[in-house]
C-alpha cells in the first residue's frame, strides 16, 4: 500500500506545483514509480502465480493527504515530496 500512496501523492503534488520544472520532476518520479510497481506484480506473478491484492486502508491516507494538499504551497509540495522520497528509501532497507 505504501508504494500506491506515494505514487498517488506524486500525481497530486504534480497537479498543485506551479513550477514547470518541479512538476516535470515529479511527473517523472511518478512515472518511475508506477514502472517498478508494475515489474514487481509482474514478476509475483510470474514466479509464484500471486495476486497483488490493495486493501481499502489507502483510501485513509489518501484523504490526508488530499486535505494536506489543498492549502499547499510549493516549497511545502517540495518539502513533502522530498519527505516521501526519504521515507521510501528507509523502508527499503529495513524490509531486507
Not at 44 to 55: G, I, P
Not at 74 to 81: F, G, N, Q, V
Amino acid at each position: 500500500m505504501g508504494e500506491r500512496y506515494t505514487i498517488e501523492a506524486f500525481k497530486q503534488y504534480s497537479y498543485r506545483a506551479r513550477d514547470e520544472e518541479l512538476r516535470n520532476i515529479l511527473k517523472e518520479i511518478n512515472a518511475v514509480k508506477q514502472n517498478h510497481v508494475k515489474l514487481l506484480e509482474t514478476r509475483l506473478h510470474d514466479v509464484f502465480d500471486e495476486q497483488v491484492t490493495w486493501q481499502a486502508a489507502g483510501s485513509e491516507a489518501y484523504a490526508g493527504l488530499h486535505s494536506w494538499l489543498q492549502s499547499s504551497d510549493e516549497l511545502s509540495i517540495l518539502r513533502r515530496a522530498l519527505g516521501d522520497v526519504q521515507t521510501g528509501v528507509v523502508d527499503t532497507y529495513h524490509h531486507n
